[in-house]
C-alpha cells in the first residue's frame, strides 16, 4: 500500500484539532472515511499512531515522528503546486523569516520588506520577531524557511551562517546618573549599582551578560525580565531602569528615543548573528529570493560601519 498525501493532510489535520469530528467538518469529509484512512496508515507503518481518550486524541511518539515529516512533506508539497502555478509567471509564493529579538536583525525587517515588495511582489513575506533558540527549531522543523539568530556554536538540524558580530550598549533613561565621563567607555563593573532591564535567562543575549558580569565579578541589580522590545522601551524612557542592547536597536529603530547610550568594557560584551537555515531541506524559489535580498541587505549594513557592528 503506498501512502497519499490526502491520508497525511488528514493524519495532521487531526493531530492540529485533536478531534476525529473537527478534523473531519474542516475537511469537509466524514469521520467513517478518516478513521478508515488512519487505520489504513498504522496498517502501513505497523505502529498505532493516535491515542484515544476521554479529552481528545494525542499521538503516539510513532505518531509524533510521522507528524513532523508529514509537516515537512506537505509543505514542499504545496510550494511545488504553487512554483508549478506560477512557472510562467515573476517568483511567486510565501517565505517566512525570523528576526532575533534586540538584534541589529530586528532593524532589518523594514528594509527587507521594502526590497522585497519592489523586486517580488507575489511574494508573501512573514516576519517574525522572535527568540533566538526558538526560531532555530522552527527552521528545523520546516515550519520557517530562514531566520537571523544569536548562534556561533553548531545547532543541531540546521546551517549556521555567521554574519556579524554585534557590541552591546548600556542604555539608560533621559536625565539618569551614570558614572564616568559620557564620552568614554563604562567598565562592567560600575554597572552593578544601576537597576537593569534585562531579557529572561533563556535568551542568549542574557547568557552573553551574566557571563560578562561574572568576568567583571560584578552582580547586576536585576529588576525585570522583559521579552517585549516596545514593552522594554517604555520601561527604559520612562526610567525604571537601564537596559543593555546593540546600539544599532537605538540608532535603526524608533525605540529608546531620547535615551543615553553607553559602550560597555572592561569585559565588551559581543554576540554572533548567523543566518540559520535547515541542513535537510532545499530553500523554495521564493525563499532562495529573500535569502539573496536579505544578504545584499547584511552586506550594505557592514558597508556603512554602524556603532557596535563587526564582520566575523
Do not use: W
Not at 156 to 171: A, D
Not at 201 to 225: C, M, N, T, W
Not at 255 to 267: D, E, M, N, S
Request: aromatic content about 4%.
Amino acid at each position: 500500500m503506498s501512502v497519499d498525501f490526502r491520508k497525511l493532510r488528514s493524519f495532521v489535520k487531526i493531530v492540529d484539532t485533536g478531534s476525529v469530528s473537527r478534523a473531519a467538518a474542516l475537511l469537509r469529509t466524514a469521520q467513517p472515511a478518516l478513521s478508515q484512512q488512519i487505520a489504513a496508515l498504522e496498517a502501513h507503518f505497523k505502529h498505532k499512531l493516535l491515542i484515544r481518550s476521554n479529552v481528545g486524541i494525542t499521538p503516539t511518539e510513532a505518531g509524533l515522528i510521522l507528524y513532523r515529516h508529514a509537516q515537512l512533506m506537505l509543505k514542499q508539497i504545496d510550494q511545488a503546486q504553487t512554483d508549478i502555478n506560477q512557472s510562467a509567471k515573476s517568483v511567486a509564493g510565501r517565505v517566512s523569516i525570523g528576526l532575533a529579538t534586540y538584534s541589529t536583525s530586528s532593524a532589518l525587517s523594514l528594509p527587507i520588506l521594502k526590497e522585497m515588495k519592489a523586486r517580488h511582489p507575489d511574494v508573501v513575506v512573514h516576519i517574525n520577531d522572535s527568540f533566538g533558540h526558538i526560531l532555530s527549531e522552527l527552521i528545523m522543523t520546516g515550519k520557517m524557511d530562514m531566520a537571523l539568530i544569536y548562534a556561533a556554536d553548531p545547532i543541531k538540524g540546521v546551517t549556521l551562517q555567521p554574519l556579524f558580530r554585534e557590541q552591546m550598549f548600556l542604555v539608560s533613561p533621559p536625565g539618569a546618573e551614570l558614572p564616568g565621563d559620557p564620552s568614554e567607555p563604562l567598565p562592567l563593573a560600575s554597572v552593578d549599582a544601576l537597576p537593569l532591564l534585562l531579557p529572561s535567562k533563556g535568551h542568549l543575549l542574557r547568557r552573553l551578560i551574566d557571563e560578562a558580569f561574572a568576568r567583571a565579578r560584578a552582580h547586576p541589580q536585576v529588576l525585570s525580565e522583559i521579552e517585549s522590545v516596545p514593552a522594554l522601551d517604555a520601561a527604559v524612557r520612562e526610567g525604571l531602569g537601564s537596559t543593555i542592547l546593540p546600539a544599532s536597536v537605538v540608532t535603526e529603530t524608533s525605540y529608546f528615543a531620547g535615551t543615553q547610550v553607553r559602550a560597555l568594557t572592561k569585559p565588551v560584551i559581543e554576540a554572533t548573528v548567523s543566518l540559520c537555515v535547515s541542513d535537510h531541506l532545499p530553500l523554495s524559489e521564493p525563499a532562495l529570493a529573500a535569502r539573496a535580498v536579505l544578504l545584499e541587505i547584511v552586506a550594505k549594513l557592514m558597508s556603512s560601519q554602524h556603532q557596535g557592528i563587526k564582520t566575523v
